[in-house]
């Protein structure tokens, strides 16, 4: 790989996997995947009248030292040595030498964002890429800051996503760029919920590095999200021992076998997976089956009245996780870990089948307790998982529902 290959990034700044110092969105709760397309976020536009902020002092940079190369090379070669100050000294340089110098800009953010500067290097990358729109070391590095580096959230994986797919979408782009952003892009198609295109973007790493650790975990966790449970358990179980991604394995493999009404070989690997990842996997307030039941009806009790009056004849029923059936409904299949699921047409169109009632809700119990780390997070989830089921009752989508804060 490149200088800038993803790997080498990993390494120097110990991203390899997502952050998770803040909780990630909860999976979607609805009868149809979210499909929304990522969307590009204004710049800054500076306004001449703005006061003074107040901001932390900053230490001024120390003077580069090039030791005869030009600056921006000298600022490369810090960078690989994982010197970042040294690096940002020397980017800082090479940008001040020739401001429209693209390269010399996407360098001090990759330096900035290796330094956890993360305004600096936001600002960085969008001078970089105002200046050359197409900049391969500006869409890389800021893919890698928004999919991976950041917590995740969807506007961050949304624009980590922009940024991977402009970088694949650039004619004559050398291989091991192409690996490194169809890597991202599938990272981020995954956060989103958009499996299809994960396993596409996975495929194409794996075409070119067989052995890569993360595409195959890209691709497992995405056969996982298509349903196709079989493949998804093969490629879970090759990951088993990988340092990175084996508590996550573990935890799928523990999904996969309860699907199969295997619950003991199940809680096997959910507690591997939490013996390996605490932090990652604590332990879930999972009430028994009548506390959960007497939970949601409370919650349908505290719902308005107007909502209660749609809900009439509509019954809200409990589940451990989500039936097969219900999940291959539709195209493309809803995530087994769904929160909860509306049944049927709207209200305002008609019923076209024999079942009676035609229209129901359910709301999974295990999948629920997983979602959240304490009991009073999960009486709050039951409420919004009900709040966005009825929204599909009276017939908003995902992206409405997102919209309100009910995804």
């Known amino acids: 790989?490149?200088?800038?290959?993803?790997?080498?990034?990993?390494?120097?700044?110990?991203?390899?996997?997502?952050?998770?110092?803040?909780?990630?969105?909860?999976?979607?709760?609805?009868?149809?995947?979210?499909?929304?397309?990522?969307?590009?976020?204004?710049?800054?536009?500076?306004?001449?009248?703005?006061p003074a902020a107040s901001t932390p002092a900053v230490a001024p940079l120390a003077v580069c030292r090039t030791d005869g190369a030009p600056p921006f090379e000298a600022a490369r070669r810090y960078y690989d040595e994982g010197r970042f100050e040294e690096a940002l000294?020397?980017?800082?340089?090479?940008?001040?030498?020739?401001?429209?110098?693209?390269?010399?800009?996407?360098?001090?953010?990759?330096?900035?964002?290796?330094?956890?500067?993360?305004?600096?290097?936001?600002?960085?990358?969008?001078?970089?890429?105002?200046?050359?729109?197409?900049?391969?070391?500006?869409?890389?590095?800021?893919?890698?800051?928004?999919?991976?580096?950041?917590?995740?959230?969807?506007?961050?994986?949304e624009l980590g996503l922009l940024y991977a797919e402009q970088g694949l979408s650039q004619p004559g782009m050398p291989s091991d760029l192409v690996v490194q952003f169809a890597l991202l892009s599938a990272m981020a198609f995954n956060d989103l919920g958009q499996a299809e295109e994960a396993l596409a973007r996975a495929s194409i790493v794996l075409a070119r590095e067989p052995e890569s650790h993360e595409a195959i975990y890209e691709r497992a966790l995405a056969l996982f999200e298509l349903c196709r449970f079989a493949d998804a358990k093969a490629a879970f179980t090759a990951l088993v021992n990988d340092v990175e991604h084996g508590p996550h394995a573990h935890h799928h493999l523990g999904l996969l076998l309860e699907r199969e009404g295997k619950w003991k070989q199940a809680q096997v690997h959910f507690d591997k997976a939490r013996e390996l990842a605490p932090e990652d996997f604590p332990v879930p307030p999972l009430p028994s089956e009548p506390?959960?039941?007497?939970?949601?009806?409370?919650?349908?009790?505290?719902?308005?009245?107007?909502?209660?009056?749609?809900?009439?004849?509509?019954?809200?029923?409990?589940?451990?996780?989500?039936?097969?059936?219900?999940l291959l409904s539709g195209q493309p299949p809803l995530s087994p870990t769904i929160l909860g699921l509306f049944r049927g047409p709207p209200l305002a169109e008609p019923c076209d089948g024999t079942e009676t009632p035609c229209r129901s809700v359910v709301l999974y119990r295990r999948n629920l307790a997983r979602a959240v780390n304490s009991p009073a997070e999960l009486v709050e989830q039951i409420q919004v998982t009900l709040l966005h089921e009825v929204g599909h009752l009276r017939g908003e989508d995902d992206e409405e529902l997102a919209a309100r804060g009910l995804e």
């Open 1 to 50: 790989m490149s200088r800038r290959g993803l790997l080498a990034l990993c390494l120097l700044l110990g991203a390899c996997q997502r952050s998770s110092s803040e909780p990630a969105p909860a999976e979607p709760v609805s009868s149809a995947a979210h499909t929304s397309a990522p969307t590009p976020v204004a710049a800054p536009v500076a306004e001449a009248a703005r």
């Open 89 to 157: 000294s020397c980017a800082a340089q090479a940008a001040a030498l020739d401001p429209d110098f693209a390269p010399a800009h996407a360098e001090r953010g990759v330096a900035l964002a290796a330094l956890d500067r993360v305004p600096e290097a936001q600002m960085a990358f969008a001078r970089a890429l105002a200046i050359d729109p197409g900049s391969p070391d500006a869409l890389l590095g800021a893919a890698h800051l928004y999919a991976v580096q950041l917590p995740s959230s969807r506007e961050r994986d």
């Open 291 to 326: 506390d959960f039941r007497a939970a949601v009806a409370r919650a349908v009790e505290g719902l308005p009245e107007d909502m209660r009056k749609d809900l009439q004849g509509v019954p809200v029923t409990t589940e451990e996780i989500p039936a097969d059936a219900d």
